[in-house]
């Protein structure tokens, strides 16, 4: 079988399988994809049998929940973070890299749900950190002052590009790869996440476009045994003027390659 080009973060997870099996698009399983055969390469346990074996039902459906806004903090005229309470179990399972969640107020409809990329996941107090970019009606309403609760849906993964390739056996940090992370505005907030959840047991550098968010943010979610250098980067110049020629440049020596 061919390589397949798309990935499925849910796969063999609580969440599946999911709505893509219920109609005929599953991204792993031929079978649940309208084939009348299996030509699939997961080395896991069958997504096929437990769809069948179960009832044809979806595994563990992300329903809303109502939680606490702890806090509201503010970082320059439009950007924000939302502190929510979630308990222990939902922050565990946002402290992995690429989770996100989807929010919205009680009152809105469905329409309302906008996704936020965990930021910093504080298991042990049962608190998600979420940085928001006022730009428009859906992330103002989240970000409004006086407000008590919002409901939550997820967890929801693969918020980070190339994740897969960052992650290493048993879902551990791969102590021996060595990272360059680039970040712009708010995109600093799964960045962020990861670098916590590496823990500084793997070498990362993280070049930081701070044109649209705040450096006290920055300063504030930055893991403090974070294992490399941080830089700032004008991501706007550099493509622009150069296009990724700079880039390109910093890769070949902090890998020490070419590309």
Not at 3 to 30: K, R, W
Not at 53 to 77: C, M, P, S
Not at 195 to 200: D, E, T, Y
Request: net charge negative.
């Amino acid at each position: 079988m061919d390589e397949n080009f798309y990935d499925c973060i849910d796969c063999g997870t609580e969440n599946c399988p999911c709505y893509l099996a219920a109609t005929g698009d599953c991204l792993v399983c031929s079978r649940l994809a309208g084939k009348d055969y299996c030509d699939c390469d997961w080395k896991g346990v069958c997504i096929y049998n437990e769809f069948i074996q179960g009832g044809n039902k979806i595994n563990n459906i992300r329903e809303e929940f109502e939680a606490e806004v702890a806090e509201l903090k503010r970082y320059g005229e439009d950007t924000a973070v939302l502190v929510l309470d979630v308990g222990k179990g939902f922050a565990l399972k946002c402290s992995k890299p690429g989770s996100y969640v989807f929010l919205k107020r009680k009152e809105d409809e469905e329409f309302y749900n906008i996704p936020i990329s965990v930021m910093k996941s504080d298991i042990a107090g049962g608190k998600i950190h979420l940085a928001v970019k006022e730009m428009s009606a859906k992330s103002k309403r989240i970000t409004e002052e006086g407000l008590h609760t919002l409901f939550v849906r997820g967890v929801y993964r693969n918020g980070i590009l190339g994740i897969k390739d960052l992650i290493g056996l048993r879902g551990r940090v791969d102590t021996e790869r060595k990272m360059m992370i680039v970040t712009k505005g708010v995109g600093f907030a799964p960045a962020a996440l990861l670098l916590n959840w590496i823990g500084g047991r793997a070498s990362a550098d993280i070049y930081t476009d701070t044109d649209k968010i705040e450096e006290e943010l920055i300063t504030e979610y930055m893991p403090q045994n974070l294992n490399g250098k941080r830089i700032n980067i004008n991501l706007r110049r550099e493509f622009e003027f150069k296009g990724t020629q700079h880039l390109t440049r910093i890769y070949e020596e902090a890998f020490k390659f070419s590309v």
